[in-house]
């Protein structure tokens, strides 16, 4: 293929969560035609499956700039900038509505995988003229036709959150934990909504120690409180869950403060049992419960329970893109450049600076990891760092050097992930969610000109290298 021929083709952005439609958007901006393949039947899919939780971030930090300037000629009604949005309302309100543009509309294509990307004519071993290839996807529909689309470059925004990590001890599945599936809920069930009567007056186990898990737990012991015999576990592999915890007060934002505060209390009041260095060895299911059986703090551990939570985090499907010569990580499966900055063994939610092309690229030019699925199995990211990357990515594949490298971004003082607690915390505060009147959020700029040093505290420092010994 030549060049000419390649720079014909469209951008396939994989993914039509926040992230690969403000790429979208931006590509559009820049001249370039794009082509956005969503798994889901509908933009934000995987957002809608966890629709009943709140974001910690308000509005203004929700929508990306070039979507903005889409959606603001249909006469759209852009939401209260200092609310907080649950996952349901960042769909309803902003993702359904710039999916549904005339610039957008006939250029995403739902119900459609894509199964593989490569070098068009050329595998990952061939290195002769390479640069002049496009890209090939391989793409699977609803009704199972394989299908193949050409790209001049590709862009993937596809996320984590279908890939969650397996229960088992060493990254590795436990054994029967394929078998148990049915007993396993998913990372954030709707506790106290559609899903209450798989939970109300049973015992649940949930395994992981992120926001995740600390929303379901809050909401399994509100729900105990409603209906006698819930019974709530909680295992941690560390020893200590202060992590957690966090820094209560000294949380730059509120609301993630106050989750941990409240689960400490929790845990301390007994309304729900730790169990800590906990390895899962072997789910063995029955018809009415499952087993869990492994060790905790080295004693044998053997629970009965009627239902698992796997808040265990999330890694990058990197199946799909064997094929394609990246650069990543071997600790975090993040871009080479861009993992020191967010490796979880050093870092304590969100200590990342903005970052653009010149961090995200690999080996083979014209791909790109975005959004959730650049950070690899890093926890922490914000939406408005992934509108950056895709602002500075499409400035790239434009040939404007200048601007793709200009990276700056306006961020609260604040953290990253979702809460239930988020109103409750922005009531408590007297504020909005970063602790600041709505009329005045306090700022903090990053990229170009920022002071060194910039991220965003949790009260925790060091990431997992804090967990120190039991507590």
């Known amino acids: 293929m030549s060049e000419i021929v390649r720079n014909e083709l469209p951008v396939v952005v994989i993914g039509a969560g926040p992230v690969g439609l403000a790429a979208a958007a931006h590509l559009l901006e820049r001249g370039l035609e794009p082509l956005v393949l969503e798994a889901g039947e509908r933009a934000g899919a ?6 009943h939780v709140r974001l910690f971030s308000p509005w203004r930090y929700d929508v990306d700039a070039a979507a903005r300037r889409l959606l603001e000629p ?23 509505p710039l999916a549904a543009t005339p610039q957008l509309a006939p250029r995403i294509r ?20 390479r640069e002049r290839r496009g890209y090939r996807v391989r793409t699977v529909g609803a009704d199972g036709r394989v299908a193949d689309v050409l790209a001049r470059a590709v862009v993937d925004a596809s996320g984590t959150f279908s890939t969650s990590n397996p229960l088992g001890v060493s990254g590795l599945p436990a054994a029967g934990e394929g078998e148990a599936a049915p007993f396993v809920t998913g990372p954030l069930p709707d506790v106290l909504g559609a899903d209450r009567e798989r939970f109300a007056g049973r015992h649940t186990l949930v395994v992981g120690m992120g926001h995740s898990a600390a929303n379901t737990l809050l909401n399994l012991v509100e729900l105990s409180e409603a209906a006698p015999g819930t019974t709530i576990t909680w295992a941690i592999r560390g020893g200590s869950a202060r992590r957690l915890f966090g820094g ?20 301390d009041a007994g309304r729900l049992r730790l169990l800590t260095r906990v390895s899962i060895e072997r789910l063995v299911p029955g018809p009415e419960s499952v087993q869990v059986l492994g060790t905790a703090k080295q004693e044998p551990l053997a629970l009965d329970v009627h239902a698992i939570v796997n808040a265990t985090g ?20 993040a871009p080479s450049a861009l ?4 490796d979880p063994n050093q870092h304590s939610c969100g200590t990342v600076p903005p970052h653009g092309e ?25 939406l408005a760092t992934g509108y950056e990357q895709v602002r500075s990515v499409a400035a790239a594949l434009a040939g404007d050097r200048a601007a793709a490298d200009a990276v700056e971004l306006d961020l609260p003082a604040t953290g990253v992930c979702s ?7 922005d009531d408590e505060a007297g504020g909005s969610c970063c602790g600041t009147a709505p009329s005045e959020p306090q700022l903090v700029t990053l990229g170009v000109g920022a002071p060194a040093g910039v991220g965003f505290a949790s009260g925790v420092a060091h990431g997992r290298a804090g967990d120190g010994e039991d507590a």
């Open 46 to 51: 995987a957002i809608a499956s966890w629709g």
């Open 74 to 96: 249909t006469g759209w009604d852009a939401p209260d900038p200092d609310a907080l949005p649950t996952g349901r309302e960042l769909v309803d309100a902003y993702l359904a």
């Open 110 to 129: 739902t119900g459609v995988r894509v199964l593989a990307v490569a070098r068009d004519g050329a595998d990952k071993t061939r290195s002769l003229g």
């Open 248 to 267: 209560g007060v000294d949380d730059e934002l509120p609301a993630r403060g106050l989750l941990g505060t409240r689960l400490r209390e929790a845990v």
């Open 314 to 333: 999330f890694r990058p499907d990197l199946g799909m893109l064997r094929e394609v010569r990246l650069g990543l990580d071997p600790v975090v499966e």
């Open 339 to 342: 993992a020191p900055l967010i």
């Open 358 to 382: 010149a961090v995200l690229s690999h080996p083979d030019d014209g791909f790109y990891l975005v959004g959730m699925k650049s950070y690899g199995r890093a926890p922490t990211f914000l």
């Open 419 to 425: 809460s239930d607690l988020a109103l409750t915390a």
